[in-house]
């Protein structure tokens, strides 16, 4: 993670962004606002420089704390999955590198709420003060995603950036009636990502997507 580095976004690195959004509209991402706020944001500010000439290719890289940041398919996916609609309020569970968080951002939810359990993770992010600065609307918190944000909630939107053991019902609680949340539900080896949306009964509509592999979403703060 650069933290107070020089960003620097030349015409090399946005003709890599384009050629990857050309790549996600290929493999069937047609939400075009989607598309567009992947082609704005530069993904190698999210990355160690050592990546700067391939962080482009549509795969996951590591960062901190032996977490990941996912592959821009599968942010683009999920993204396009939720439907953020501008004036919305966010949660994201689990924050990572704050690549997909950003997105979310751009994508105009008036409140982005993001939670992460590792500590060195978290410690990174109040360091990064480029996109905090960008992205005033992005709220970080330290903390086990299991439990979400009660004080901030009702949530018209959830997502879940790791592969979830079950859906949590913390989480069902805090999502507003006719809110949606997307989720990896695990799978044996892989995840089925779903998307929840609660109805105005109390019932909950489920609909199952692509298999996708995430890390585990586990309980608890790690410190």
């Known amino acids: ?22 790549i996600l509209r290929e493999k069937g991402i047609t939400d075009e606002a989607v598309l567009a706020a992947i082609n704005k944001i ?11 000439k391939i962080a482009y290719e549509n795969r996951a890289f590591p960062i901190s704390a032996e ?26 569970i689990g924050t990572g590198s704050i690549y997909q968080t950003t997105i979310l951002s751009e994508l105009g939810a008036q409140w982005v709420y993001t939670i992460e359990r590792q500590k060195k993770l978290y410690e990174e992010q109040q360091e990064y003060y480029y996109f905090r600065k960008q992205y ?23 997502i879940i950036t790791a592969a979830a053991p079950f859906i949590p019902p913390k989480l069902i609680e805090q999502l507003k009636v006719g809110g949606c949340m997307v989720i990896p539900v ?9 998307r929840i949306t609660k109805l105005e009964n109390g019932d909950l509509k489920e609909e199952l997507f692509e298999e996708f592999s ?8 790690n410190g």
């Open 136 to 158: 005033p609307n992005i709220k970080f918190f330290y903390g086990d995603g299991f439990q979400g944000l009660p004080t901030f909630a009702p949530f018209d939107k959830i």
């Open 1 to 22: 993670m650069r933290k107070n580095r020089e960003y620097l976004d030349g015409f090399q690195h946005k003709g890599m962004r384009k050629k990857l959004v050309d």
């Open 67 to 92: 977490q990941t940041i996912s592959h821009p398919y599968t942010v683009a996916y999920q993204t396009q999955l939720l439907q953020i609609k501008k004036g919305e309020k966010v949660l994201e």
């Open 186 to 194: 695990d799978e044996a080896d892989n995840q089925r990502m779903m």
């Open 42 to 52: 530069p993904r190698h500010f999210f990355l160690d420089s050592a990546f700067d």
């Open 214 to 221: 995430f890390v585990p979403m586990l309980t608890g703060k």
